[in-house]
């Protein structure tokens, strides 16, 4: 297993989560890690990126109200929820992606984290009113 997320469960609207997902084998090598969420009976909805630099890219329905961070000697990826909402509630997936040293060189960004190469078993979010 390369990636496993943590820290899901149940809260009231307003509150808050943060997840954790420790990253092992190829997938610790990734400079581009991120999230993305699916609710039930819903597409994959990108949550936000983080690459090498610590630079971070978020979704506009998040944008405000997660961050994402990263413990680079650990292997940690997190995310932190605040301010979270019934639309929040989703399974929650930690992916890694590794661009080529030319790509990183030629100033080429992440993009979506749905794409990544490497995803967790995903931990569940679920937000009441």
């Known amino acids: 297993v390369l990636l496993v997320e943590s820290g899901g469960g149940s809260v009231q609207a307003g509150g808050s989560l943060r997840l954790s997902c420790t990253a092992s084998g190829y997938a610790a090598n990734g400079n581009c890690m991120g999230w993305y969420r699916q609710a039930p009976g819903k597409e994959r909805e990108g949550v936000g990126t983080i690459d090498h630099n610590g630079k971070t890219a978020y979704e506009d329905s998040v944008k405000g109200r997660f961050t994402i961070s990263q413990d680079s000697i650990k292997k940690i990826l997190y995310l932190e929820m605040t301010n979270l909402t019934p639309d929040d509630t989703a399974t929650y997936f930690c992916?890694?992606?590794?661009?080529?040293?030319?790509?990183?060189?030629?100033?080429?960004?992440?993009?979506?984290?749905?794409?990544?190469?490497?995803r967790g078993q995903g931990t569940q979010v679920n937000v009441s009113s």
């Open positions: 992916v890694s992606h590794r661009l080529a040293e030319r790509q990183v060189e030629a100033g080429v960004r992440c993009g979506s984290p749905i794409n990544f190469a490497y």
